[in-house]
């Protein structure tokens, strides 16, 4: 696959994620199961009716931190984009966060200070992250899904949410340090670092997922705003 282009429509789904396994989670999150043989990106897309545009921007962004917006907004279905951000959290919310702390539990001794405080401060930024995306699918996606409609709601628009989203990973580092500098594991050395590891993973990949929402989403909803406030006019 030639490095010094984006992924294409054309190229097969197999070597995409033969390139970059970490799109794997992309896929999960659009709905694209494995076993697709040498379909095509574009014709995998097309069995499973998601737009290929929209999934090729966050793949391509993902990848390689390249977003295409100089001077214009992609080809971007916002339906399409919500669905994918949706379905992360779910992922976060609902399996990642809960997995980890899980194995955490496992990996350490529950009645020692140290790992007391360790699970509180997992705990406490669970519910960051929580609160974090609870903001997002109750206030800003509905927001959005009014401006599809035609209307701007007037409490609100999409530079508020830009000033809301801070990252959320300041906790996760003094949680990381407390790990490293303090915490023995109870039996099974390997599987407190495998949790380690699961946590350094689940925080890069929050960082990505904030960066999809700030540099595709964002754009792409202040183009709409635009677009729906000039026809109102």
């Known amino acids: 696959m030639d490095k010094l282009q984006r992924y294409k429509p054309s190229d097969k789904m197999i070597d995409l994620i033969s390139d970059?396994?970490?799109l794997l989670q992309?896929?999960?999150?659009?709905?694209l199961s494995l076993g697709f043989g040498e379909k095509t990106v574009r014709e995998v897309c097309e069995i499973n009716n998601v737009h290929c545009p929209t999934f090729l921007a966050v793949v391509n962004f993902t990848a390689d931190g390249y977003s295409q917006m100089d001077g214009k907004t992609p080809d971007i279905s916002i339906p399409a984009l919500i669905d994918y951000l949706k379905q992360a959290h779910l992922f976060f919310l609902d399996f990642y966060l809960p997995a980890i702390r899980r194995k955490l539990t496992e990996?350490?001794?529950t009645h020692n200070e140290?790992?007391?405080l360790i699970l509180k401060f997992f705990d406490e930024?669970?519910?960051e992250v929580r609160k974090h995306m609870n903001y997002e699918d109750q206030t800003v996606f509905k927001y959005v899904d009014a401006l599809m409609r035609g209307q701007v709601p007037?409490?609100?628009?999409i530079t508020t949410f830009s000033r809301h989203h801070d990252q959320v990973g300041e906790k996760l580092t003094e949680l990381k340090n407390i790990i490293i500098k303090y915490c023995p594991a109870k039996d099974n050395e390997n599987l407190l670092n495998a949790a380690l590891f699961d946590i350094y993973e689940c925080e890069a990949e929050l960082e990505s997922h904030c960066r999809v929402e700030d540099y595709i989403f964002v754009?792409?909803?202040v183009d709409l705003e635009r677009r729906v406030?000039?026809?109102?006019e």
């Open 114 to 116: 140290v790992a007391f």
């Open 154 to 157: 007037r409490h609100f628009q």
């Open 229 to 232: 406030k000039a026809h109102e």
């Open 26 to 31: 992309v896929m999960s999150r659009f709905g």
């Open 125 to 127: 930024y669970t519910d």
């Open 219 to 221: 754009p792409a909803i």
């Open 20 to 22: 970059n396994y970490s």
């Open 107 to 109: 990996a350490i001794d």
